[in-house]
């Protein structure tokens, strides 16, 4: 209302995806600052129609024209497809928010999370935004809370995480995998059962590199230097990032769980201060974003099925490291959907309306 | 062949459990080192017939009696069941080997793993010996191998636990979630849905404090000091007495994962000295009870479901750690009722026939 601007028309590539439908739910739940709103995906979902803020929308073939007029693009598609598309949207006048990994570690790209770094969505010299991933979404905010308190100085983490970090597919092979292993009361005793009932009965291509059911898997990503994943070390640069400490030391372990969606982390954060869990607790509970679960003596902690499809991240274990005095532990859970990508690029999009309208 | 001293008899107690089933297993695939072979369990299981390395054995009703001209008592029954029996059998002559946690913290009850304190089956005043819990058991000798080599300082852990370390109760919560879950492709995706179907078909009573099916729980044992549960500062306690270091700095969190058996531990081991990869590598392939699977290029990691039912323990996704020039990562799997349990307590029972035969 206090500005006469127009609605900004907003664009969704890969809306047809497992954050293209959230992203959905998510625009629907907040207030309906957009305009048009258009959307694409890859020719085999042209012509789908979406209910978008109680739009009809026709999906459509991505191409260059599809970004004229358009003012912000949230772009959820694989890595190499967003560094070939984020450019052409941005060279049409969409300021992109780009949820692939792709641009993440561009100097002139700046990774906004709003409730840490609002204030980078300005220093855009390429009229591209990367949201960070989910991992790093699932703890960042908590992380910054901390790190605005104590200062973060090293970082140790192991990571739970969701078949849908894997989209759609990843989701589906969970359920395919969990009906084949259902009632075989005979299954996770001898090397490699689980496994060879999953491949006779759905093939060994999967979106996981081993099965899930029953299992966890050690290797998310791609193989990147010195046996570390990609996985692992989006989240050390990552979290350097968004944080501003580029030499913050950083260890990651990324493991795959069989959980549907939300992401957990084993968090151990060493700090340039003597840490008081009390005082740390505080501190996360007034973050506007982070819910404290942590009552041990009632059995209150988070877990992934539980806080599921909701936006905050979820804490608890919160702990005083025995041995490190300067060390907190704690668990977080976050909708790996939600705010580990479709609720953050939707409140990116929001500010950057915001900033649209005032300048 | 070499001692003439008759076959020592070996007592089976909490017989039924499942760690009694994998004893059995572990007992029939070694040497035959055995006289007679007794059983005991609650009342419940009495009269039961198990076959034990070839013998009939019926299943007594635990009593003092049981004890008498007993040589070695291997003890798997819950906590407070072994911290009235345990002295109970030794009183009567047994040596104890006592898988609960009772005893671990006894100066005067050594903690024995035989591949790295076996001598430590002499200092028994008690007579009585206890086996490490399954996750300390999982990692020990490959954390036992590098301490030797570069001198253990700190250890930053996060536990991915299987279902049986609950027991039979806790494997057969398990398959019920799972067949309960099966097919549901709709969950997953709201606030506690798995948990109100589970608690709607199966009922809240578990042995877990949350479902387990399609969720990880970042809570095991019992809440101890400040936020710590006992599954957490057993980890501590039980590495620090091992290894024989106790001054070890060690954060551990322990989560419970939809796995029925193999617990898997992501470690992050700092030492005194510089740690590389290559030699920790080797050090770890030179482990007699340690196989390397690390061979990221090919995918080749450990996972749960791949080891399960096997004696090592599987080491993988080895790794210098970037930011810490003296730590290693790596993801090691052990089969929680084998080595975890089953196995260790045979190997150590082995030792200490061998033993007494000497003296």
Chains 1, 2 share one sequence.
């Not at 692939?100 to 591209?128: C, F, H, M, T, W």
Request: aromatic content about 4%.
């Amino acid at each position: 209302m206090a500005s006469k601007a127009p609605r900004p028309t907003l664009a969704l590539v890969g809306a047809t995806g497992a954050v293209g439908a959230v992203t959905q739910q998510v625009l629907a739940m907040r207030a309906d600052i957009w305009g048009e709103i258009r959307a694409a995906a890859s020719a085999d979902d042209a012509g789908t129609v979406l209910v978008v803020c109680g739009r009809e929308v026709v999906v459509q073939e991505l191409s260059p024209e599809f970004f004229d007029g358009v003012d912000i693009a949230l772009v959820d598609v694989p890595a190499p497809v967003a560094a070939l598309w984020a450019p052409i949207a941005a060279a049409r006048g969409a300021v992109v928010i780009d949820n692939s990994s792709a641009l993440r570690g561009d100097p002139e790209v700046p990774l906004v999370v709003p409730e840490v770094n609002p204030l980078q969505i300005r220093n855009r010299p390429k009229g591209i935004i990367a949201n960070p991933g989910a991992t790093t979404l699932t703890m960042i905010d908590a992380l910054g809370v901390l790190h605005a308190g104590w200062e973060l100085t090293e970082l140790v983490v192991a990571s739970y995480q969701a078949a849908s970090g894997a989209g759609r597919v990843g989701m589906a092979r969970l359920y395919d995998e969990l009906e084949v292993v259902s009632g075989h009361r005979e299954l996770g005793h001898q090397p490699g059962d689980v496994r060879r009932l999953i491949e006779h009965e759905l093939g060994a291509e999967s979106p996981f590199p081993a099965p899930l059911a029953l299992n966890v898997i050690p290797w998310i990503g791609v193989a990147a230097e010195d046996g570390w994943t990609s996985e692992e070390l989006k989240i050390r640069n990552e979290t350097r990032k968004v944080l501003g400490l580029p030499d913050l030391r950083v260890s990651a372990t990324c493991v795959r769980v069989p959980v549907v969606t939300t992401h957990s982390v084993a968090v151990h954060a060493t700090f340039a201060r003597k840490i008081d869990v009390g005082e740390a607790r505080q501190a996360l509970v007034e973050a506007p974003a982070v819910v404290v679960l942590d009552d041990p003596e009632s059995l209150e902690f988070p877990t992934p099925s539980d806080i599921v499809g909701s936006d905050p991240r979820f804490a608890g274990r919160l702990r005083q490291a025995l041995d490190f005095p300067n060390t907190l532990d704690f668990f977080i859970c976050g909708d790996n959907l939600r705010k580990g990508a479709a609720l953050n690029m939707v409140q990116v999009a929001e500010l950057v309306a915001r900033d649209l309208a005032v300048v």
